[in-house]
């Protein structure tokens, strides 16, 4: 996994190597019992996909 700010890097070095960055993935551990985890990890999705847009990259 990675934090907000080291996915905006890694979308960054993505555009230099023109690299297409379609989507991402997360796991919240398979004994995840509280549904606000996932509510955040949904959110930190929606947040780099947000960063992705910024940097060009069409993500579905």
Do not use: W
């Not at 690299?19 to 549904?35: E, K, N, Q, R």
């Amino acid at each position: 996994g990675a934090t907000l700010k080291a996915s905006r890097l890694l979308l960054e070095r993505a555009k230099e190597l023109d690299l297409a960055i379609i989507g991402v993935s997360f796991h919240v551990g398979s004994g995840c019992t509280d549904p606000e985890t996932f509510v955040q990890a949904i959110s930190d999705a929606r947040c780099v996909f947000d960063m992705g847009a910024e940097h060009g990259f069409n993500m579905h």
